[in-house]
């Protein structure tokens, strides 16, 4: 099968594509099928009108416009749907509702669409944390609602997307849950650390940063021995908060900030790591998403105290992480101090997020894909 995948912008500096659109690209390359991801230089005009192959996936970069506004954005869509037309697909996979791609597939004529789902755009999500101007928010929200009614096939990367696909009207039949997955390789061998070491690796928005500054002090309070390895950077300067909320609260001694760090860096750093904390607010926006860096921490073998929230159930339980409840740093930090204090428990769970890692593996994932091609295929034939 010719699968064109459309990504909503390039290979840099986000991580859509790098973590979710080329390793299921990758894993369906594997299973015989020819891949191309098409992608807009949105974020990264450099890229503009180049081709990179990524173990057998084609990754292009459409050419990037000579000129600003509204017909840079014309110039987009005409070059996204060219290249698509171009290899003549038997399916176009779509990745996220929204923007120049999701309207460049508005002209696909018969090839079956597949769109995919992966955060929540519209209210409680990205549209009110993002200062997009009003009417991209109502073209993102337009485009959300519209976009998986006129796909054969919709793929989710969490149940609560699917519930609300669902409510849109798309039958549950043409829904399928596709879950962020693993790279198939082997964790890392933990590395041996002077000092008891605790992970933070985030984008920090998502974070309740007085819950975790909260929690954070009571862990240097019981064990002031404890190293915080903290990864990371905000999208509008949060990791400066909560080192101004650890000077201020005396915990500051403890973090190890090693700020935003090139993915290839990422499973090192964390394989210094004795326990990994993903504490996140109950918000429709983190419930939606698949939280793509809690698998990685899973892929790490690291023993995971995270928020009962959105996905962290569907990865985590029922053994393969402690949950807490979201908003409770007297939680977190003691099921953190509990396991500082019990190499056993740490090697048990280590031994079963491994596992559970192991069955997020994108090899046993690319069969849902498959399914919702098939799905999509027939859906175009009546």
Known sequence: MRIAMIAPFGIRPKGTLLARMLPLAQALRRRSHTIAIIAPPVHNPADGGTTRDYAGVTVTHTPAPPIGGLPAALWHIVALWQSARRL???????????????????????VPLVVDCDDWEGPGGWNDLLPYPPP?????????????????????????LETLVWAMGVPPQRVFYLPNGAAPTEP????????PTIVLYTRFWELDLDEVAAA????????????????????????????????????????????????????????????????????????????????????AGLPIVASDVGAARDYLAPDAGILVPAGNAQALAAATIELLADATARAQ?????????????WNNLAPIAEAAYRQAGTHSQQ
């Not at 959300?144 to 796909?151: G, I, M, V």
């Open 88 to 110: 003549r697909p038997d399916i176009i996979h779509l990745f996220k509702p929204k923007g120049f791609g999701g309207l460049a597939v508005l002209a696909r004529g018969r």
């Open 136 to 160: 991209a928010k109502a073209l993102f929200a337009w485009q959300e609602r519209d976009l998986p009614r006129r796909a054969g096939a919709v793929t989710v990367v969490s149940h609560t």
């Open 188 to 195: 890392p061998l933990p590395q041996p650390t002077p000092h």
């Open 216 to 299: 954070l002090a009571i862990i240097y309070r019981v064990r002031p021995d404890t190293r915080l390895l903290l990864i990371g950077k905000g999208e509008r300067g949060e990791e400066q908060r909560l080192l101004a909320l650890a000077a201020a609260q005396g915990w500051a001694a403890m973090i190890d900030n090693r700020g935003w760090q090139e993915p290839a860096a990422i499973p090192q750093l964390l394989s210094s790591a004795d326990v990994a904390l993903a504490p996140i607010r109950d918000t429709l926006i983190n419930r939606a998403r698949g939280m793509a860096k809690l698998v990685e921490l899973m892929a």
């Open 349 to 361: 769970l280590r031994t079963a997020v491994i596992a559970a890692a192991r069955r997020l593996d």
